[in-house]
């Protein structure tokens, strides 16, 4: 599986988060909500009500994404798959990202908090 992640590497560069994120080639645009990027708010309690999740469930989640998710490709944002798709996805790249199961389920159910909250 390396080689999958030299190949993710040498289309779309890797590293480069310095501060802000690098959102690579999503649409830029939008004010920040909340202090967070549109594209990835900030955890706030209308998302963990309607999500039916801790927040601090949420801002871990929101937390390792931000840290690690845009590591090796441009960051997937929880608009671009629909729900089922990051269940499936979420177990391969948490190996990818050497995180733990309850990190797993952190930036799952954080994608997953986004996409009801804009009822995706
Ligand atoms: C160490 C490198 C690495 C890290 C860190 C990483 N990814 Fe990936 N990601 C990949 C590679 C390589 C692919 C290409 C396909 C594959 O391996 O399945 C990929 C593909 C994807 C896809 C496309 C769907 C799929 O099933 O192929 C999504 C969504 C994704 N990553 C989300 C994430 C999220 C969310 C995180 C943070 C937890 C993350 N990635 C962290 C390397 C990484």
Redesign the pocket.
Known sequence: ?TW??L??CGLVSCGGIGGAPELGDMEAGGEPAEGGIKEVPNPSASMAAKSRKPIGQLQRGHE??ML??G???VY?LPQ??DVD??Q???P???R????ESA??KA?LDY?VAVKIERGE
């Open positions: 599986m999958l992640g190949v993710a390792i994404y690690k998710c590591e090796c490709h997937q671009n798959l798709e990051w499936e996805a979420m391969k790249m948490i990818h990202a050497g995180l990190d797993e930036v994608v």
